[in-house]
């Protein structure tokens, strides 16, 4: 009898606690998440409000209304902003150009990313692995506008440093602003070497938690460093490295528009049909004459369909490794 009253009294106690709806350490926690939330609910939630931009005729209503007010008394347009945005002849260069670069990216990204962390990881010399890091570290804190000066040091055709090596070894110069077919190997290169030192500090961070006995057994063991790496560090790095796969994947619709823009010099007309991605076509309709309604249906695509491609690859890595998934 007793042990069935000492069991009860810890049933009711744990359910006192359970109904006990808030705490000392309840309200300390929403203080510090306050910002966080604020943020989102002002700068993500709120706007959201503007979607129906898209399914609208937006007009100025006469008397100087503000601009929810004339939102709200615009005709509906139902989905006419978005048969136009699907029926330009722009859309199919357009959602070619913007997928195939970022397969590119995440690709040669990912591998130069988890290679580089391999290599740095197992160098001796830990003095010069971090030097090593920091300088290639550094491409990720510039701006793609000071680097579009330095692209176009390199490439103007008067007085850019390659021209001038080609010239010097008797080649002809090369007009690399109207000359479109140089432009993917080039846009590639640079997201591969502005982003890949941000890759690696991920996975090293993941490499230098992994147990160093592991390591210890295996060269008792007789293993090589490929055998280590093999069966020990891409194992350990494996839901790191998943986990940036899905969340690239969300970002498979969108581009740097900073890359594609900037770099390019504006995007002239030579290079229109290679370096066009929805972000330059959005940018662009929006300095000109287009309805906004327009410009917003394109946008409102690309969320949506960011937004299929995240759940997508994460059902796709629940179906092959469940532990892994995000969601």
């Known amino acids: 009898m007793k042990r069935n009253e000492m069991s009860g009294g810890e049933k009711a106690r744990i359910r006192k606690s359970r109904n006990r709806r808030w705490s000392k350490d309840d309200t300390e926690l929403f203080l510090l998440s306050l910002p966080t939330l604020l943020w989102f609910l002002i700068f993500s939630y709120l706007p959201m409000f503007g979607v129906i931009i898209a399914f609208k005729v937006y007009k100025l209503s006469p008397g100087g209304h503000g601009f929810i007010y004339n939102l709200l008394h615009s005709d509906w347009a139902g989905f006419g902003n978005f048969s136009y945005f699907f029926t330009s002849n722009s859309f199919t260069m357009l959602l070619r150009n ?15 990313a988890v290679g580089g962390a391999l290599m740095l990881s197992s160098m001796r010399n830990k003095k ?6 920091t300088m290639m570290f550094l491409p990720y804190f510039m ?17 850019g440093y390659i021209n001038g090596l080609i010239t010097a ?8 602003y109207q000359e479109s077919k140089y432009w993917p190997f080039i846009l590639i290169f640079l997201n591969t070497w502005k982003g890949m030192g941000y890759g690696m500090v991920l ?7 992994i147990d160093p006995s592991l390591y210890e057994a295996a060269v008792m063991d007789g293993a090589t460093k490929a055998q280590q790496a093999r069966h020990i560090t891409l194992p350990a790095i ?41 972000d330059t076509y959005i940018y662009n309709a929006i300095q000109s004459s287009a309805p906004i309604g327009q410009t917003a249906a394109a946008s409102f695509f690309q969320a949506i369909c960011s937004c299929g491609t995240i759940l997508l690859a994460n059902w796709i890595v629940s179906k092959i490794d469940n532990e892994n998934r995000i969601i």
Do not use: H
């Open 128 to 133: 010069a692995s971090k030097v090593y890091q």
């Open 238 to 278: 494996k839901p790191v490295f998943i986990m940036m796969l899905i969340l690239d994947c969300g970002k498979i619709f969108n581009s740097d528009f900073g890359l594609f823009y900037q770099v390019t010099g504006q995007l002239p007309a030579s290079l229109y049909t290679t370096a066009s991605t929805f």
């Open 203 to 209: 996975y090293l961070a993941s490499i230098t938690g």
């Open 169 to 176: 070894m008797g080649g002809e110069r090369i007009m690399w």
């Open 143 to 159: 701006s793609w506008v000071v680097i579009s000066y330095f692209v176009y040091a390199l490439l103007t055709p008067e007085r």
């Open 98 to 112: 913007t997928i195939l670069y970022n397969i590119a990216f995440i690709i040669i990204s990912a591998s130069v």
